[in-house]
């Protein structure tokens, strides 16, 4: 196993705190990712799902806010941290944030008219959200047990995904794909390669040096290290 962690110590109610908290934000946006899907997909009115979606990001970003504030007041008052563990999660947090901010770009789509519930290719979007879905639970075990060699086979699973989305957009520009809604099904592949980017970067937390977190959401050609 590798990774970061926490010196612990004096103040371990506090980390145990900011794990719990880590974890919650985790349910919230796949929570928030599941219900934008659904919308496009037709199994959820997409005003029902953009006010349930908006209600629970208020709660990641509080959340967000109180992970910052736990951090600084833990690293102030009883120095017993690792600077390394404090730039990792005011990474990831950020990261988890995204996901849920993506939910709400894929629910607008819904809200604009985008629907997936009669294409041809229904099933295949169905089966990118059960895949996504999961992959966002199965980081979420990765990361609480800081399982490297479980982080790292997710992550492949990731990069996987980021070039079959890529493929998708592609085929759109080039006119190989005809199917109806290209632009909602470009936008939707593009929110969609952006939600793996960000759980990567989330799973790179566990095996990668600090240095090397969050460029996973840029294009590969553009990232460093």
């Not at 006010?51 to 709660?59: E, K, M, N």
């Not at 089966?127 to 879905?133: F, G, I, P, Q, W």
Request: glycine residues 6%.
């Amino acid at each position: 196993m590798v990774g970061f962690k926490f010196l612990r110590g004096e103040g371990s109610e506090r980390i145990d705190r900011i794990e719990a908290k880590v974890q919650a934000m985790l349910d919230h946006v796949r929570e928030e990712f599941e219900k934008s899907m659904a919308a496009l997909l037709g199994d959820l009115p997409p005003e029902e799902a953009s006010r349930l979606i908006r209600g629970t990001d208020r709660a990641v970003n509080e959340l967000e806010r109180e992970i910052r504030r736990e951090l600084v007041v833990h690293a102030s008052v009883f120095g017993g941290i690792d600077t390394p563990a404090v730039l990792v999660y005011m990474s990831i947090v950020k990261d988890i944030e995204r996901i849920g901010d993506y939910a709400k770009n894929l629910v607008d789509l819904a809200l604009d008219g985008g629907h997936f519930s009669d294409v041809e290719d229904a099933d295949e979007w169905r089966r990118l959200t059960a895949e996504l879905s999961q992959l966002i639970a199965d980081a979420q075990v990765a990361f609480r047990t800081r399982d490297s060699q479980y982080a790292r086979r997710l992550f492949l699973q990731g990069e996987r995904l980021l070039h079959q989305f890529d493929r998708y957009v592609s085929a759109l520009v080039r006119g190989e794909d005809t199917g109806p809604q290209a632009v909602t099904r470009a936008l939707a592949h593009r929110y969609l390669k952006r939600v793996a980017a960000h759980i990567m970067n989330l799973l790179s937390a566990v095996f990668l040096p600090v240095d090397r977190l969050d460029f996973f959401d840029e294009d590969p050609e553009d990232r460093t290290g």
